[in-house]
């Protein structure tokens, strides 16, 4: 019997869906803050929080891992530890970036 060969290498997300799955949670994440400054509710604001938190690794986990891959020399724990952390914290920013340059690898 021929066993399946298993492959190593992960499903690619197209830019745009990453773009939207990007979009859904920056628009959520504004629409929590909204709420939370309109009501003044902490139990909002802690809302806004935890999503942050979870948006961040939802897209790590999710979005990120489909859409770059790391190059052999490049694959060092420090590399992309630092940069997956970028990534977790500061996402509304450092997606938007990655995003740019991904567009414009893309189109020149």
């Known amino acids: 019997m021929d066993s399946p060969e298993v492959s ?3 499903e690619s997300m197209r830019l745009r869906v990453a773009f939207l799955h990007w979009g859904a949670c920056l628009g959520a994440f504004i629409v ?17 929080f935890f999503f942050y ?9 999710a979005v990120l891992r489909k ?13 992309v530890t ?20 991904l567009g414009i690898n893309k189109v020149l």
């Open 32 to 48: 929590l803050v909204a709420i939370a400054s309109s009501f003044n509710s902490s139990l909002f604001g802690n809302l806004a």
């Open 53 to 61: 938190i979870g948006a961040g690794f939802y897209l790590s986990r």
């Open 67 to 79: 859409i770059i891959e790391w190059h052999p020399m490049y694959n060092t724990l420090y590399n």
């Open 8 to 10: 190593n290498e992960q």
């Open 82 to 101: 630092s940069d997956k952390l970028k990534f977790f914290f500061l996402w509304p920013i450092m997606y938007i970036f990655l995003f740019m340059r």
